[in-house]
């Protein structure tokens, strides 16, 4: 069974397209993360939610909303999405704000806005 | 302003020989380190970790040291494999917050 899963693995859209990307996670944690890997490969986080409570909000544009509609599920959906968008997404989790330094990740979400 | 500094982009070691991995941070704030291993196409995975109240940390073939006076950390993996080939990520932590801050890798190759 996959930890922390995530959906679509791929994702390629224009610009000024809304898109949405799914992540689940199995593992009974209170935590979920968003990171966005761009393209020189910096991990960086963006969201963090426990207990779907917003608890970690970077600086990042408000066209980016995540949603958790419980604590298994966080969801990003991106509005309007400009080129500088294109970048690996990654979903993780971990037990509690307490223990939560070592995340679990998962596989990731490829988007290429064109 | 990069706070956590991984200068090697990359690392080419002889199967069975050790592999050293470096990691350089510049906040004195952070009090637990974190070393990630990535597979291509997959998400990171976690492989060891230490507190800054500790110098060593030791699992299996995995050790990561820590030295608090040059903000500096290294992982040792003894013997090399050729299954360790991946990326490794340094990461570190505030007073438990779980905002890892991410190093940029180092892609550890282990030739046969």
């Known amino acids: 069974d996959t930890a922390v899963s995530q959906t679509p693995k791929y994702l390629v859209t224009q610009m000024g397209n809304d898109k949405s990307i799914k992540c689940e996670q199995n593992?009974?944690?209170?935590?979920m993360y968003w990171y966005k890997q761009d393209s020189k490969k910096f991990l960086k986080i963006m969201f963090s939610?426990?207990?779907?409570?917003?608890?970690i909000n970077e600086t990042v544009p408000n066209r980016f909303s995540p949603k958790s509609p419980d604590k298994a599920h966080l969801n990003l959906h991106i509005n309007s999405l400009e080129l500088g968008d294109s970048a690996v997404y990654f979903c993780?989790?971990?037990?509690?704000?307490?223990?939560?330094?070592?995340?679990?990740f998962g596989p990731g979400t490829r988007l290429t806005v064109t | 302003d990069q706070q956590v500094k991984q200068n090697s982009p990359s690392l080419s070691v002889q199967e069975g020989r050790i592999s050293i991995l470096n990691c350089d941070y510049t906040?004195?704030?952070?009090?637990?380190f974190l070393w990630y291993k990535k597979y291509p196409a997959e998400g990171p995975t976690f492989l060891i970790s230490?507190?800054?109240?500790?110098d060593k940390n030791e699992d299996g073939r995995f050790t990561v040291f820590l030295n608090k006076s040059a903000k500096h950390l290294s992982l040792h993996i003894v013997p090399s494999q050729p299954g360790d080939s991946a990326v490794y990520f340094c990461?570190?932590?505030?007073?438990?917050?779980?905002?890892?801050?991410f190093g940029q890798g180092t892609t550890l190759q282990v030739k046969p």
């Open positions: 939610y426990n207990n779907k409570e917003l608890i």
């Open positions: 230490i507190s800054s109240i500790k």
């Open positions: 990461a570190a932590d505030t007073s438990n917050t779980g905002k890892l801050i």
């Open positions: 906040n004195s704030m952070f009090d637990y």
């Open positions: 593992l009974g944690h209170d935590t």
């Open positions: 993780a989790s971990s037990p509690a704000i307490a223990d939560s330094y070592e995340q679990y």
